[in-house]
């Protein structure tokens, strides 16, 4: 469940719309406020159609919203 | 508190409720070596606080069908463990009988339905806490 070597813009990309909400957020991707809280912290790695979800919630590409860092494997 | 926590919630409520009232049902018939019109007044009992739980436990399923894949990655994990459980519960419920009493002796019939509710109530109780544990300790996690 944890990952190590992703991260994510989350957070920056929320108040940069709008300050949009966890809650809304959650909503928009129909998930949770806990399963953005946990991915936003780094404690879950989303799986693949979420991760399209949440960067389509922002309107950018996926690679935006999560980095894969391969430097510490 | 999230769907998934009160689903716990609702399910250890529900088992705890079942099971007592499941051994109680078992130990009265042996105890009155029940026969004929006995077994219809306790089907008739069973059935008076079944038909409630079972709603209860039903919409509870409509509401497992909403949890998102973090939830359900909980949910499973925690399936996985009470499986496990429940197989070393069942083992030393069944084996350490043999060693105290020896296996030349006899137990009771009575006791068998009790092990089998038994065992299925531990699944259900360690599926229920390790959902709620887990849960606690992400939100402690922040």
């Known amino acids: 469940m944890g990952s ?25 991707v129909g998930v949770t ?3 953005i809280i946990a ?6 790695a989303p799986s ?23 430097e510490s494997s | 508190m999230s769907k998934l926590q009160k689903s716990a919630w609702v399910n250890l409520g529900i ?6 009232f499941c051994m109680l049902c078992f130990v009265f018939m042996a105890k009155n070596n029940a026969k004929g ?8 009992i069973v059935g008076c ?4 739980l079972i709603y209860v436990y039903l919409k509870k399923r409509g509401i497992e069908r909403n949890f998102d894949e973090r939830e359900q990655l909980i949910y499973k994990r925690s399936f996985a463990i009470s499986a496990v459980a429940m197989m070393a519960f069942l083992f030393a419920l069944c084996t350490i009988p043999f060693f105290v009493v020896g296996g030349a002796n006899v137990v009771k ?9 038994s065992a299925l109530f531990a699944a259900q109780f360690i599926h229920s806490m390790a959902i709620i544990i887990q849960c606690a300790m992400e939100e402690e996690n922040g």
């Open chain 2, 49 to 52: 606080v079944s038909a409630p």
């Open chain 1, 39 to 44: 991915t936003e912290s780094g404690r879950y």
């Open chain 1, 33 to 35: 406020r806990q399963t």
């Open chain 1, 4 to 28: 190590e070597h992703l991260t994510n813009n989350i957070r920056r990309l929320r108040f940069e719309h709008g300050q949009m909400t966890q809650q809304q957020l959650a909503d928009k």
């Open chain 2, 109 to 117: 019939v009575l006791y068998l339905p009790l092990i089998f509710y």
């Open chain 1, 48 to 70: 693949l159609p979420l991760a399209f979800k949440i960067a389509q919630a922002f309107g950018i590409p996926i690679e935006q919203v999560f980095q894969y860092d391969n």
């Open chain 2, 15 to 20: 088992m705890t409720i079942l099971t007592v």
């Open chain 2, 37 to 44: 019109i006995d077994y219809i007044i306790i089907c008739f």
